[in-house]
């Protein structure tokens, strides 16, 4: 890792000041700064960055843009876009979709406002290499009082045959009053066995009154060793609703966060995944009440197969001040193989008095009078444990607004249970 190359890519790609004095003073300290604190997770010997900064000149894969519908959307690949759409009427309505560098040129007062707003740069080692390092992002913008009613899709692609790091920074504002749902996809493309590292950073910004469901499919490859971040930062009365599917094959460290500042604020954290193979999956999902009666509320199911390892932590914050606040959380997991590891961490921390606050925790092998009331209708052991398994994460599922991202989901469900 070299000061140089951060400083020429910054230059090369011709950024602001502003944003290359960050760069600059997250590269300073990366080597002073402790790893992120992820409970019961060994990750500290993972790759997680080579110190490498470029970008794709040519690619290799290209995903199939006659299968993915006309809606508004943003594609890329690596660190390319390979496709924007987005309807006029919305363009008219000042709503920006696009990759970073455009949206500096449109509302750079904006994306100088609130890039790192929801995450700060200098939190841990990750969150400073990240904002040292990343080469590609993306940019959704949508201005006051706007109501989105179709959703609004991110899909972002990591290429096998690619040797770029995959460091990618998305960062949507919503704002005040304006009500959007949005779906964003990572996903590995292409053939190969190359090693390859992830470190990804999602910040949603929600003004006051905005309203956003975001909605999630991770299915990053084996090759891949993963850390995302997604956060939101909530004004007043705003609501961020998610629902987040984790189905990568390779190692993954996942931090989901929602700060209510706001008064009155609220976030529902709803998020599902499944671990075969070998794989090691934390997952940090946690809600900071701030703001006086905020509403915070986390949903965790899991299932792990074969020596898969699942960990969820699941923290719920009220601050000194947040009267009337509400912070309550649920992780769940099913283990399908003696040979499985899991924990379910629930941690409360209040700091304040006038408050409500809950959790649960539980995990265990599929229930077997589920399996023999299905059973006994007929339906063999394989196809029976399926329905269990889908009917335990489907909270989750349902809450995905496109229908064929929610049959995606379920397929790659079943494909991992076909493979034990």
């Known amino acids: 890792?070299?000061?140089?190359?951060?400083?020429?890519?910054?230059?090369?790609?011709?950024?602001?000041?502003?944003?290359?004095?960050?760069?600059?003073?997250?590269?300073?300290?990366?080597?002073?700064?402790?790893?992120?604190?992820?409970?019961?997770?060994?990750?500290?010997?993972?790759?997680?960055?080579?110190?490498?900064?470029?970008?794709?000149?040519?690619?290799?894969?290209?995903?199939?843009?006659?299968?993915?519908?006309?809606?508004?959307?943003?594609?890329?690949?690596?660190?390319?876009?390979?496709?924007e759409q987005l309807p006029v009427d919305l363009m008219s309505k000042g709503v920006i979709f696009t990759d970073f560098y455009s949206a500096l040129e449109e509302i750079p007062e904006v994306i100088e406002k609130y890039f790192g707003k929801a995450r700060g740069d200098l939190e841990d080692k990750l969150a400073a290499y990240h904002t040292a390092y990343f080469n590609s992002a993306a940019v959704l913008y949508v201005p006051d009082n706007i109501d989105i009613e179709e959703p609004i899709e991110g899909l972002f692609f990591q290429d096998k045959a690619s040797?770029?790091?995959?460091?990618?920074?998305?960062?949507?504002?919503?704002?005040?009053?304006?009500?959007?749902?949005?779906?964003?996809?990572?996903?590995?493309?292409?053939?190969?066995?190359?090693?390859?590292?992830?470190?990804?950073?999602?910040?949603?910004?929600?003004?006051?009154?905005?309203?956003?469901?975001?909605?999630?499919?991770?299915?990053?490859?084996?090759?891949?060793?993963?850390?995302?971040?997604?956060?939101?930062?909530?004004?007043?009365?705003?609501?961020?609703?998610?629902a987040i599917g984790i189905m990568?094959?390779?190692?993954?460290?996942?931090?989901?966060?929602?700060?209510?500042?706001?008064?009155?604020?609220?976030?529902?954290?709803?998020?599902?995944?499944?671990?075969?193979?070998?794989?090691?999956?934390?997952?940090?999902?946690?809600?900071?009440?701030?703001?006086?009666?905020?509403?915070?509320?986390?949903?965790?199911?899991?299932?792990i197969l074969e020596r898969g390892t699942l960990t969820f932590n699941g923290v719920g914050h009220i601050v000194k001040g947040a009267k009337g606040a509400d912070a309550q959380q649920e992780s769940r997991v099913l283990m399908l193989s003696d040979k499985a590891r899991s924990d379910a961490n629930p941690i409360l921390l209040i700091d304040e008095n006038d408050v409500t606050a809950g959790h649960a925790a539980s995990i265990g092998q599929v229930d077997p009078e589920d399996m023999y009331y299905?059973?006994?209708?007929?339906?063999?052991?394989?196809?029976?444990?399926?329905?269990?398994?889908?009917?335990?994460?489907?909270?989750?599922i349902t809450e995905i607004p496109v229908k064929e991202v929610r049959d995606e989901m379920i397929a790659v469900l079943d494909s991992k249970l076909e493979q034990r």
């Open 163 to 242: 040797d770029v790091p995959f460091n990618k920074h998305v960062l949507i504002i919503i704002g005040k009053n304006s009500h959007i749902s949005y779906l964003e996809r990572f996903e590995t493309i292409g053939e190969g066995d190359a090693k390859a590292t992830a470190n990804i950073s999602v910040e949603v910004i929600a003004l006051d009154g905005s309203q956003v469901k975001f909605s999630a499919i991770d299915r990053l490859g084996n090759n891949v060793t993963t850390y995302i971040s997604r956060r939101a930062r909530h004004g007043k009365d705003a609501v961020v609703d998610w």
């Open 1 to 83: 890792m070299t000061k140089e190359s951060v400083l020429n890519f910054s230059q090369a790609k011709a950024e602001p000041l502003w944003l290359q004095e960050r760069r600059l003073a997250a590269f300073d300290h990366i080597d002073k700064l402790p790893l992120p604190e992820v409970n019961r997770v060994k990750f500290h010997r993972w790759n997680l960055g080579d110190g490498s900064i470029s970008e794709d000149v040519a690619l290799a894969n290209i995903p199939d843009f006659t299968a993915l519908g006309d809606n508004t959307k943003l594609v890329q690949v690596g660190t390319q876009t390979v496709l």
């Open 248 to 303: 990568n094959e390779g190692n993954v460290i996942a931090d989901f966060d929602s700060d209510l500042y706001g008064d009155g604020s609220q976030a529902n954290l709803k998020v599902v995944a499944a671990s075969s193979g070998r794989q090691v999956q934390g997952v940090d999902t946690r809600v900071t009440n701030y703001g006086c009666h905020t509403v915070g509320h986390i949903l965790q199911h899991g299932v």
């Open 374 to 396: 299905l059973m006994s209708r007929g339906i063999d052991k394989e196809t029976a444990e399926r329905l269990v398994i889908r009917g335990f994460l489907g909270t989750v």
